[in-house]
């Protein structure tokens, strides 16, 4: 089974991104829920399958650090109490 990931969304400050080994987990979980749910899976399951994902992509960024939700900056609004 091949599964190719062209035209995936690139890597940038969006949640929805994962670095390479959570996209093989999800990949992997997915396949063993919905299509081999009644085989008894091991490694060899994993042999069944190739994919291609490009680099730079949303599932295989350039760094570890386009894979996080760590994009939001502190705000500077002011709470009622400390605005007084």
């Known amino acids: 089974m091949f599964i190719d ?9 969006h949640p929805v991104q994962a670095t390479l080994p959570l ?9 063993i ?13 994993a042999m069944v399958l190739d994919y291609y994902v490009p680099a730079g992509s949303a599932c295989n960024p350039p760094d570890i650090y386009h894979a996080t939700a760590l994009w939001a900056r502190p705000s500077r609004v002011e ?6």
């Open 5 to 13: 990931t062209d035209g995936m969304s690139s890597a940038g400050a």
């Open 33 to 45: 829920q919905h299509v081999f749910y009644d085989t008894r899976y091991n490694e060899g399951t």
């Open 23 to 31: 996209f093989e987990g999800i990949l992997f979980n997915s396949l």
């Open 79 to 84: 709470s009622p109490v400390t605005s007084r």
